[in-house]
């Protein structure tokens, strides 16, 4: 097939098509405008994430590593669990999953009513609310603060959302091609990260129930993790547990509002919503590709991938591939219960599931229940400019 344009302002609107285009053509697709085969069906994208020969390591610039201002962004590179491949891998993980126990999650969960209880409250009287400002975005956030211990103020939580988005600038781009403001930006954000992760492991002391004072405490014949690799996860935790929740509760909004039949069903029958939410994360999966390096040729299909080509596993298509979801397009909470690959599969598996699935379950729930008129205010949903995490601009709604 011709070169398919992919990630132009369309594919923001509706990625689907293109996926679908991919999925039926050219499945292992090389895309020169990339430079990286991109894999749309669910079974090679399962595979490849079980595959020891595809890694999961990105570099930077080694010799920047230390006196730069881009420091802490290296040392997250460099010491964090989803950018590793065993052995770092497993060891990461090892302490990392000690801290992040079912138990430890299922005790946020009167936490977490509490939190939505009251962003709603404020919204209430006003019958209206952009959904994504008011609710989605800063919901996680506001979890993700408890869990760490990091903040509580909303004006804090703001800075600190603003620092995630900055450190993240240099991210995928090489530091010649950054422009000196943004490299500044970058620089200040990583310092106001560090200083809130600092603070946060001083006070960790009088938390020891806390999240952040068991990663700091998790080890395992000795073994501890680094300071780098505690500022690393808390950051990872930021970022990872943060736009995709905003995502998947804008997405996931919009999919019950339109499928008023399925609605129905989790009015009338409230233990549906664990089913439903593995549904919702299978339809509008937040994390369009995550991506991968070969480390050996491997031969997938028809493509002859080769040791060091880059690889972009599409697990928002493998998610809607019919081979594996019949009528892939339709919102169906009967459908089987397994966790969907939008959370990954293999080592690096999502190690936040279980508070995803009790964050969004918690919120649709409540929502629902407290503004039963709930209705989108809008004919156009308008996407941000972010083509890996799928995230609505706004989303007016009103009740
Ligand atoms: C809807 C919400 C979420 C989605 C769609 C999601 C998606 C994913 C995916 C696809 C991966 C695999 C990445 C890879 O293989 O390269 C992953 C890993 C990870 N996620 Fe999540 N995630 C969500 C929520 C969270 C939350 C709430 C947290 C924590 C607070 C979290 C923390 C992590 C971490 C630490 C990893 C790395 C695991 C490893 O490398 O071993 N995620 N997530």
Redesign the pocket.
Known sequence: MGEPVLFDEAMLEDPYARYALLRETDPVHYADQIGAWIVTRHDDVDRI?RDPDFS?VITFDAARATGDPLRHLYAFVHSS??FSDPPS?TRL?RLVSRAFTPASVARLRSWIEETVDRLLDTVEPQRRMDFVSDFAAPLPLRV?AEVLGLTFDPDEQRRLKEACDDFLLPFGRKPADLADEESARAARAGGTLAAAVREALDDAVDQPESLLAALAAASEDGDRLSRDELFATVV??LI??HE??TS?LSNGVIALLRHPDQLHLLRQDPTLWPAAVREL?RLVA??QF?RRTATADVHIGDADIRAGDAVLLV?ASACRDPAVHPDPDRLDIGRPRDWPI???RG??????GP??QLEAETAFQRLFTRLPGLRLDTTRIEYANNFNVRLVARLPVTW
Not at 347 to 352: A, E, P, S
């Open positions: 994430l999961s669990l989803v891998h993980r993700l990872l935790f990872a547990g995709n929740l998947l994360l937040p994390n995550i697990l939008a959370l990954g080592i690096h598996y999502c190690v936040g508070l995803a």
